[in-house]
């Protein structure tokens, strides 16, 4: 067997992500349930290990995927309840009988087929529905669709489990969308004459107040360590840390240019370090335009010319301390938070998680 030694590693740290749900946890109104998002295999960090943790540690029994197939790798997680954000896409109603897996009910379509489904079935099916508040994005029309449901005999037929909505700014603390969606929400509840329980809140939308709470609410983001709250101090735990090493170093003169495009030229003699990471990693292009940094020993070294596939040049000219090849190089961790790197790459944390793609050798704590 060839021993392969990591070029790249991403440490996954379970126990924040835990200490983070707790958080959210104890920051909600009593009574209100705190589910896990874990689309997208947890933003990119492993959807099966983070819902073991805050199954087996934290008590969450209320779980949230975009997919059937991403929450088909959680169903050996009993006693959970399993919500599909985008319901039926590429799957049949009939594909979710018998399973604690519950579709999320987008359209009056979706509603439809669900009803057909329990009359085949024979038995009254769990859903949830969602109602658009104005992200204009996934849900039934308040204005067109709730007469309609009002007056139909959908609960005949749906355990209807939650309404829920989604909110489109919930970042930004005074954005009057904020209160004009949670008003939209509490009419449409009314008029619909459904007794449900209800779903408003992401993360950021938990930090809004105890009036967008109501039943349950669905962080994801911040269970990660992205703030929820953009104009404050992170509460959150930072969750990962992100290294490489470098594969080469080189002296460079004066004058000559750095990567593809020879976008940038040095300009004195220059001491420059190749490192094992690229964008198809998830070390986005935009971050070396804008200006990045990775760290050596917590000193700042500035990346030069363009990010590669699988490479990127720093330029270690001005930092003190002796490096080697094979030494590593801190991209995300102590001294820089995912956001502050998404900040650099022009872009929000959550794109910076799942963008890092599956090259580097993980390592779970806790
Ligand atoms: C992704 C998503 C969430 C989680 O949002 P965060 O901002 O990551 O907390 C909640 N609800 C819906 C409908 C979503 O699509």
């Known amino acids: 067997m060839i021993k392969l030694s990591p070029q790249a590693l991403l440490e996954v740290d379970l126990n924040n992500i835990a200490d983070n749900y707790r958080f959210i946890k104890n920051r909600l109104k009593a009574g209100t349930v705190c589910a896990a998002v874990v689309k997208a295999d947890s933003y990119g960090l492993g959807s099966v290990k983070v819902a073991k943790k805050l199954y087996d540690e934290c008590g969450c029994r209320n779980f949230y995927t975009a997919y059937f197939s991403e929450a088909q790798k959680l169903d050996a997680i009993e006693e959970s309840e399993i919500f599909v954000l985008h319901g039926f896409a590429g799957v049949s109603p009939d594909d979710f009988v018998g399973t604690n897996i519950v579709p999320v009910l987008n359209s009056m379509e979706d509603i439809e087929l669900w009803k057909e489904c329990s009359k085949r079935h024979g038995k009254k099916l769990p859903a949830s529905i969602h109602i658009d ?18 007056n139909s005999d959908l609960e005949k037929f749906v355990d209807i489990k939650y309404l829920m909505s989604h909110l489109a700014c919930a970042e930004e603390k005074n954005n009057p969308k904020n209160p004009e969606q949670l008003e939209k929400f509490n009419y449409a509840v009314k008029a619909l004459g459904i007794k449900s329980r209800l779903s408003f809140a992401n993360s950021s939308g938990v930090f809004l107040g105890e009036g967008y709470h109501f039943d349950q609410v669905r962080p994801g983001a911040a269970l990660y360590g992205i703030n929820p709250e953009t104009d404050e101090q992170n509460k959150m735990k930072p969750v990962i840390s992100l290294k490489a090493k470098i594969l080469q170093l080189r002296d460079v ?64 000219t001005d930092i003190e301390v002796e490096v080697k090849v094979g030494d590593w190089v801190d991209i995300i961790g102590e001294h820089q938070t995912v956001d502050n790197f998404a900040v650099s790459a022009g872009t929000i944390g959550y794109e910076v998680l799942t963008a890092l793609g599956s090259r580097y050798k993980r390592v779970y704590k806790g």
């Open 253 to 316: 003169k004066n004058g000559e240019t750095v990567g593809y495009g020879a976008s940038y030229r040095v300009s004195k003699s220059s001491k420059l370090a190749t490192i094992a990471v690229g964008y198809a990693d998830g070390l986005l292009r935009s971050f070396a335009v804008n200006d990045g940094y990775f760290y050596i020993n917590k000193k700042k070294t500035p990346l030069v010319g363009r990010v590669s596939m699988d490479a990127v040049v720093i330029d270690i």
């Open 133 to 150: 508040t104005g992200m204009n994005r996934l849900g039934i029309d308040i204005e067109k669709d709730i007469p309609i449901i009002a």
